[in-house]
Nanobody, 126 residues
């Protein structure tokens, strides 16, 4: 297993969750890691990315101001802190990684990532 995501669950609207993604094997050398999500009946979409060398962060408009992506290099782990969750955030969240240090304009492109985790379910419902 190269990427292992965890931390999903069910939360009420307005609540918070923190997702984790641990890298192993070749994925520990990833220079850019990201979160994507697939909502029911929709295509998988970009959420946030972080580039390891310089901590460069990129967010989808839907995530700005509510979600924060961070990393712990000592644990080969990235996180996604999600606050003010809304029902529209309900989705399976996937962790992705690439050995490339992606420029900003490429970070939301799924075909740029070689490694993908299984995904963790986030459900926002009252």
């Amino acid at each position: 297993v190269q990427l292992q995501a965890s931390g999903g669950g069910m939360v009420q609207p307005g609540g918070s969750l923190k997702l984790s993604c641990s890298a192993s094997g070749r994925a520990v050398s990833a220079r850019t890691m990201a979160w994507f999500r697939r909502a029911p009946g929709k295509e998988r979409e970009f959420v946030a990315a972080i580039r390891k060398p310089d901590n460069g962060r990129t967010y989808a408009d839907s995530a700005k101001g509510r979600f924060t992506i961070s990393k712990d290099n000592t644990k080969n782990t990235i996180y996604l802190q999600m606050n003010s969750l809304e029902p529209k955030d309900t989705a399976v969240y996937y962790c992705a990684a690439t050995l490339s240090g992606l420029i900003v304009s490429a970070r939301d492109m799924q075909n740029q990532y070689e490694y993908w985790g299984v995904g963790t379910q986030v459900t926002v419902s009252s």
